[in-house]
Structure formats: C-alpha cells, structure tokens
C-alpha cells in the first residue's frame, strides 16, 4: 500500500515551490495539541496568532506524525475573506471583527494561551471605490507588520489594499441577503524566517537523522526525450496500478468532505483528446527556460510571452499563448488521466509530488538564470491570492508570493541535482554554423597558402642575394670614384 502524500492535499492554489508546500503541510501535521491560534483584532489590520514551540520535535518525517489539534483549515483562514460587502456602513466594522475572530476561535485559541490583547480597534473600515476589496484602514494611517517572538515565531497580519485581478467574476454580485459579494484578503504577513520552509522540526531543513547530519532528497519527475511515453507509464505504474487503486483511498478534496474515493489513473489513455497524450519534452523545458518575463498582464492563464504562465502549461512551451494548447505542467496532469488530471483532486496521487517537484526545479533554474528582482513580480492586477505581498493561500502560516521568489539553495536551504538538457539546435542554426566554419576553412586554408607562397619566393629571392650584392657594389664603387672626380672638379 502506497501512503497517502501527506494529508488531504488541496489544490487551492499551488505553490511555486513544490517541496516548500510539503514542509509546511506536514508542519500543520506536526502541530502538538498546544498548537493555537489567537487572533485578536490588534487593529482593522492586524491580528496575530502564536505558535508553540517545537523545538523538541525530532523530526517532520511523516511517519512520526501525529495530529491532535489541527491547525485553522482553508475554510477557517478564508473566513476571513467572506463578503464583507454584504454588509453596508457602520455594520461592516464590526463584521470584520466577527470574521476576524471566527478565525480565531476556531484556530484553537484557548483561555490563558492567548497572544496580546487587542490594543487597538479599528477606528474605520473603508471602501475603496477603486478596488474590489474593501479597504480596511489602519487606525494610525500605516500598515504594518508586528512581530511577537513565541517558540516558533508569531505572525501578524497586514492588509495589502492593492487591487487584484478581475477573474474572479463572483466578485461585486448581489447576494440573497441584498448584500455584495467581496473576498477580504487579509493578506498575511510572514513568519518567522527560520519557519518559511527551512526549520522542519528539530534539524535544519533537508537534514534529519539523531545528529541532523543526514540528508534528505526528494525525487522529481524529468521530463524525457520524445516516444518516452510508454516507458514513463511503466514507471508511473510503480507509484500505483492504473485505474484501480483500490487501496489507496483518499479522501476527497473538496473541504471537510468525509467521502473517499480510489486514486484513478490511466496514462495517455485519453483518446478523446490525442494532444494529451503525449508528454512534455526536454527541448520544451529549454524553451520555456529563455523566456525572459517573468509574467504579463493579465497575469492569467491567458497571459502570453509569460514563463509563469508557460512552465504552468497554458502557452507553448515559447511562450505564446493559444487557448488549445496545453505544455510542460499542465500537460503532465493531463496525461495522467484520472486524478491526478483535475485541479481539484490531482495532489491526493501521489505522483503529484514528483510533477511539482520538478516543475519547482524548472522555476528555481529560471530564477538561476535570470537573477530577477522582486520587482518582476506584479504589485498588483494579478488574481486574488497572486499579487506580489499577498499571501499563497490557503497556507499557513502564512507566506507571501514575494518571500517563495527567491533561489532555493541560497534561501530555502535545498537545492536541485538536475542536469538540464543542453539545447539541439535548429536546422537555421546548423547551416549557419555550417557556412561560417566553410568561410573560416577557406580563410585558413587560403592564408596558409599564401604565407607558403610568400615563403617560397623569399627563399628564390635569398638565393639570388650574393649576385645582387655583387651588382650593388659595384655600382657604389663607381659611384664614389664617380663622386670622387665631381669633387676634384
Ligand atoms: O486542463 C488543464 O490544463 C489542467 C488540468 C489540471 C489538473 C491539475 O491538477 C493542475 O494542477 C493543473 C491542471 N491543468
């Protein structure tokens, strides 16, 4: 029997950086029973939870897991995004508040175990005309991130009031109650440093073993030369039998769904849809690796000429998008037909990990590449949840976009052993190459030549010299005799 990966996986939003999500889905498993969550309304902005100390954990390794007190649930932390709009004026001050504290109320806030109390109270909560998300204002007129020190670290949370994209089209409708539907993000603030994926437990991130000496790899899944299609399938065949697996029985994804389901798969079986049963290729990595962008409005699915958008498989793999194909990322899930090729269930087969893996070792190798700054990552437009300061929900604690762009080795603490394929070049390429090597023979055979030609006329030439010299001497004696008699004149 093949465990489940982890918990109940959702797909909410995925990460960039596949193995960070692990770390910290299995760090929500770890969470002891003194685990909690207190949030208070320190300000319409602020609310800080503290987390225990874990110091005496001996390791994040799944099998000594044990969760008895589970941390908020996507549910829990989105209570905090429910409309807020469909309460007008005064009421959505204290609206807010409620929200707040469902969250912390059902994080596991416990009498005694509470973070500080509530200094301030948010003095106005405003909507914003311009943005879909009302703007909750800080009472001092700043927004920021307050920091309390507690075993592993507390959070606080900030608002981030910049305006996001407009995909999510529930947005700004009429509930029943007469209401408007908004999403409050409440973008959270980060963690402690040493939380952000790099302090799995006791030893330092990718370490284990008694003195943390020991290291600990991740497989991935690379993507392989074309006609690898059959040989991929056997291989997947070892993570699970196709289509039945009977014993494996996760349960669903959709929240608190008690329903379990067998993990369905069946690799290149869509008939229906040929493009999808193929797989990526290495020359599709290499493309997508020299796209210069990191995104472009609208910093969607539909973006174009976007290395975010072309690795997550919605472009060709050169980036221009096309609304038919389907590349690198996606068309992986595709592939696996079954489970692992709905959004919404893909990450309980298990092979998920190794998909993300490696779609995180191609990010990470972009970002080795490109050296981008944060400044490449859209302040604002981008989907809910996708703009640079907000938070990669439904994670937690929290972590914003900007805090995962970074190069793992330097700054997450692992690091990739992959050996990227090195680019075929195209037929233009190669006549080009092949004309200017022809151009270059001929130059270098024809200056040879001549330098042999030149050689073998000095030698003819040397060989003549002791005539010459002859010849020269005697016309200057009979000069000076010459100039002689001139000056007798
Ligand atoms: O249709 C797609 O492009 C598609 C399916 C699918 C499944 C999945 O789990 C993903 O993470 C992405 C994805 N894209």
């Known amino acids: 029997t093949i465990p489940c990966p982890g918990p109940i996986l959702s797909n909410h939003q995925e990460s960039k950086h596949s193995v960070y999500v692990l770390v910290v889905l299995y760090t929500h498993l770890t969470s002891e029973q003194d ?196 040989a991929i399938s056997a291989q997947i065949d070892l993570l699970g039998a196709r289509s039945t697996f009977d014993e494996l029985h996760c349960t669903t994804l959709y929240l608190n769904s008690t329903e379990t389901s067998p993990i369905r798969r069946n690799p290149a079986g869509n008939v229906a849809r040929p493009m999808v049963q193929r797989l990526p290729e290495p020359q599709d990595v290499l493309d997508c690796l020299e796209l210069n962008a990191f995104d472009t409005p609208p910093y969607y699915s539909t973006s174009s000429e976007s290395f975010r958008n072309t690795i997550e498989g919605y472009s060709a793999p050169q980036g221009t998008y096309d609304p038919v194909i389907r590349s690198l990322h996606n068309l992986a899930h595709l592939f696996l037909n079954g489970t692992g090729g709905q959004t919404h269930l893909s990450p309980n087969d298990p092979i998920f990990v190794l998909l993300h893996t490696f779609t995180d070792a191609v990010f990470d190798e972009w970002l080795r590449r490109h050296q981008p700054g944060e400044i490449v990552y859209p302040e604002e437009n981008a989907p809910i949840g996708h703009n640079r300061r907000f938070n990669m929900v439904p994670f937690w604690p929290p972590v914003t976009n900007a805090e995962m762009f970074v190069s793992a080795p330097e700054n997450l603490g692992y690091s990739y052993e992959v050996q990227w394929p090195v680019r075929a070049y195209t037929l233009s390429e190669i006549i080009t190459i092949a004309i200017v090597a022809a151009v270059l023979v001929v130059a270098v055979v024809g200056g040879v030549i001549a330098c042999a030609v030149r050689a073998r006329s000095y030698r003819s030439a040397e060989a003549l010299e002791p005539l010459l010299g002859e010849t020269f001497r005697r016309y200057s004696e009979d000069d000076r005799r010459l100039d002689k008699s001139q000056s007798v004149v």
């Open 35 to 230: 685990f909690r969550l207190s949030t208070s309304i320190q300000s319409s902005t602020e609310v800080t939870s503290r987390w225990p100390d874990l110091t005496q954990e001996l390791s994040c390794a799944p099998a000594e897991v044990e969760s008895r007190k589970a941390p908020p649930s996507l549910k829990e932390v989105q209570a905090v995004q429910e409309p807020l709009g469909a309460v007008e004026g005064r009421e959505q001050r204290s609206a807010a508040k409620e929200l707040l504290e469902r969250v912390g109320s059902s994080g596991g806030r416990s009498a005694g175990d509470l973070g500080p109390e509530p200094e301030d109270v948010p003095s106005s909560i405003e909507q914003s005309s311009e943005n879909h998300a009302p703007t909750l204002a800080h009472p001092k007129g700043q927004q920021g991130t307050r920091w309390v020190q507690h075993g592993r670290g507390s959070v606080s949370i900030v608002a981030d009031n910049r305006r996001h994209g407009p995909q999510y089209l529930m947005l700004g409708e009429t509930t029943e109650r007469g209401g408007r539907l908004e999403i409050f993000q409440p973008r959270l603030a980060s963690v402690m440093p040493e939380f952000s994926g790099y302090n799995c437990g006791r030893c330092r991130h990718g370490l284990t073993g008694p003195n943390c000496d020991q290291r600990i790899s991740v497989f991935y899944w690379k993507f392989r030369h074309r006609g690898s299609e059959r």
